[in-house]
């Protein structure tokens, strides 16, 4: 018994030094960069952060289960490169924790811009809608975008990039969808279909391989009436594992994500536990920027968030350091950095302080002196977003190595507590993973 005692306390030992490098992979040293400040704050309480870690954990440990994550934001998100480099971290944590690409949309139908890893070609007419465009309306699904057709038929084509670090081919996909009339049929390969189960709202099908490209047939029945409104997709790899759904659009704020109708039912569906909100930028890019506004619409969609996954952790990413116009220094970023410490401690959720960590206020003019951050003095260059991915990730990591901590002191001191009787460990010690670097 002691011989157990011994190995454990030197497992802790090995996982505090192991603490000392804030970083499990790489990041390029800059001197404007607060590297001693990028770290999770929790100003309220710690319960849903506990769960998730817990969950990660056994998943870390056993390879068995799902971790969800969902990240929304805007242009940050959209073009892929912050949260395509998360979605890499968290998959390859500890081995291949692969379940899938997750959320996809057609965004070349809405003529901006695709994410990096993957796009989708189309033929028939579209039109689409954005919730960033206040006069247009229609339904919206949680990605924020749709595209409606009336056209006899209609293909869309997944193809996933060759240039991803993992492979996302996929035995399964869920398309979600309007279609009142219930006139449109959905059809793949029928050779490729080994079950297909039609739901309100979407269908799924599964696959008898997988695929890396997938060609989506949509017929309308002869001579009806009515349209179909694509409001995503999503493709998954493996029912074990992490699945980080990706869901941004170019310029949106939080008024936006407020107009989609089914945001909160489709995100249930998605069942997170972990949403990352990255929205804000927008809101405060202006003189006239309002913090009791923009806290009551957050308040708003967090309402709808706690509807659709009551236990999920939320995470704010405070603003990035950023200029109005191209000329004026925004500091605006200082009172979403405000606002968001407050909604954590009101809502329970978890900050990472982008804003400090990147060198606070107008740091910005540094991140772009250096190729980290493009001339508009708002968005990153790639290089700029895979760092700033590796900085949250790192911290996310250093956060839940320090819950690892926590957790193995607690049961040693509830080892001694309990006299030292065997049994008492319940084995979830010698299970406990800390993340490799």
């Known amino acids: 018994m002691s011989f157990i005692v011994i190995a454990i306390i030197l497992l802790i030992g090995t996982s505090v030094s192991a603490q000392q490098n804030s970083y499990f992979y790489h990041v390029n040293q800059y001197n404007f960069v607060r590297y001693d400040r990028n770290e999770m704050h929790y100003p309220g309480s710690r319960t849903n952060a506990e769960r998730f870690y817990s969950k990660l954990e056994q998943l870390v440990s056993t390879g068995e289960g799902r971790v969800n994550i ?45 994410p990096f890893g993957y796009y989708i070609r189309y033929n028939g007419y579209w039109k689409t809608f954005r919730n960033v465009e206040g006069r247009k309306s229609g339904t919206l699904g949680v990605g924020g975008i749709s595209a409606t057709t009336s056209s006899p038929k209609a293909e869309l084509t997944i193809l996933l990039e060759d240039e991803n670090e993992l492979d996302y081919s996929f035995n399964k996909l869920r398309i979600y969808y309007e279609n009142t009339a219930k006139n449109y049929s ?68 939080v008024p936006a994500f407020l107009r989609c109708q089914l945001f909160t039912e489709q995100l249930a569906d998605l069942s997170p536990d972990l949403v990352i909100l990255g929205l804000g930028i927008n809101d405060a890019y202006g003189r006239k920027f309002s913090q009791a506004r923009f806290e ?69 003019v540094l991140w ?14 790639r290089e700029g977003y895979l760092m700033i991915a590796d900085l949250f990730f790192g911290a996310m990591m250093k956060d839940f190595e320090n819950y690892l901590i926590d957790k193995k002191e607690l049961t040693i001191n509830s080892y001694f507590e309990d006299g030292g009787r065997e049994g008492s460990f319940n084995g979830q010690i010698s299970q406990s993973l800390t993340p490799s670097k």
């Open 368 to 381: 772009q002196n250096n190729g980290l951050a493009q001339s508009d003095k708002i968005h990153f260059s």
């Open 296 to 364: 009551d619409h957050y308040g708003q969609l967090i309402d709808k968030i706690k509807a659709a996954a009551p236990n999920a952790l939320i995470v704010f990413t405070t603003n990035n350091d950023s200029y109005l116009y191209r000329r004026y220094v925004n500091k605006n970023g200082e009172k979403v950095q405000d606002s968001m410490f407050k909604m954590a401690k009101k809502y329970n959720a978890g900050v990472w302080d982008m804003f400090s960590v990147m060198g606070g206020l107008n740091s910005i």
């Open 186 to 253: 959905i059809n793949i390969d029928q050779d490729l279909v080994k079950n297909k189960v039609e739901a309100e709202g979407y269908t799924d099908f599964e696959l008898n391989e997988w695929v890396d490209s997938l060609q989506i047939t949509l017929e309308k029945d002869y001579n009806s009436q009515g349209n179909f409104t694509l409001l995503g997709m999503s493709t998954e790899t493996d029912p074990n594992g992490i699945m980080y759904h990706s869901i941004g659009v170019n310029g949106a704020h």
């Open 70 to 114: 969902v990240q929304i934001g805007g242009s940050h998100i959209q073009a892929g490169s912050f949260s395509g480099q998360m979605r890499n971290r968290f998959q390859q944590l500890n081995g291949e924790m692969n379940a899938g690409w997750g959320f996809m949309f057609p965004y070349r139908i809405a003529r901006t811009n695709s």
